[in-house]
């Protein structure tokens, strides 16, 4: 890669070992919430009214919460490729349909700080606290995603894909799927690797991020397959 590749990475169930939201909608919300669930997966309805309605079945407090929070496993190599990409001096976000309460949480636990945790590299929902109950908001887009995504994974990619660098994309979900249609190098793991596989979308099939920080050596320095990508003006997060 001539010039240095732009680095997009899903949350739930890619940097963490399992999804953080599926998690606290097991343990902390009502049971409709799968039935909820199910209406986005058979494409009903998108992930954004998904996440309001299911969301919205919570019931806990903030100790519950972070007690939650704090069980959940990390990729263990995740600290080291973040270390990583950092030296190489590689651009690094997070686009996630999760909340950026949850992700900062455990980032800081995983030891990872700086730019990520405080929100100039992080593209998630919000999420606070009111009395017992949960409220989310949604920044990205500003505007309704056609897809009507919680979080706008292919126009933040666009948009950030600035003076046609190439791009690599990690993920693991249905909510990544949009993403890497338009990404020039991806790596996937269960629900995404099936459906790139389904597709037609190239991959690579990874375990950890040990895996992932030894091809993107491998990478570096080699042209990708391009995939072509709108021209469209810049983003930057809160």
């Known amino acids: 890669m001539?010039?240095?590749p732009i680095?997009?990475?899903d949350f739930d169930g890619t940097i963490t070992q399992i999804d953080v939201t599926d998690l606290i909608l097991t343990?902390?919300?009502h049971p409709s919430w799968r039935e909820v669930e199910q209406e986005w997966v058979r494409g009903a309805i998108g992930s954004r009214e998904c996440l309001e309605r299911q969301m919205a079945l919570v019931e806990t407090s903030e100790t519950e919460l972070n007690a939650?929070?704090?069980?959940v496993?990390?990729?263990p190599h995740f600290e080291k490729f973040y270390r990583f990409v950092g030296r190489r001096k590689l651009p690094f976000y997070v686009l996630s349909d999760g909340f950026d309460y949850v992700i900062r949480r455990v980032l800081r636990r995983a030891g990872v700080d700086g730019q990520l945790c405080n929100g100039t590299d992080l593209f998630a929902s919000s999420l606070r606290l009111e009395g017992r109950r949960v409220v989310t908001s949604y920044s990205y887009p500003p505007a309704p995603c056609g897809h009507g995504c919680a979080t706008c994974k292919v126009g933040i990619l666009r948009r950030m894909a600035r003076d046609?660098?190439?791009t690599i994309y990690i993920g693991d979900g249905l909510s990544d799927r949009?993403?890497?249609e338009e990404s020039?190098?991806?790596f996937a793991k269960r629900k995404l690797a099936a459906y790139c596989q389904e597709r037609g979308v190239a991959c690579q099939q990874f375990e950890n991020f040990a895996e992932i920080e030894s091809a993107v050596r491998g990478l570096i320095g080699k042209p990708p397959a391009r995939r072509p990508r709108p021209s469209v003006a810049p983003v930057t997060a809160d």
């Open 2 to 4: 001539g010039l240095k």
């Open 7 to 9: 680095i997009f990475c």
């Open 27 to 29: 343990e902390l919300a």
């Open 68 to 71: 939650l929070i704090d069980s």
């Open 73 to 75: 496993p990390v990729d």
């Open 164 to 166: 046609h660098h190439p």
């Open 178 to 180: 949009f993403a890497v």
């Open 184 to 186: 020039d190098v991806v």
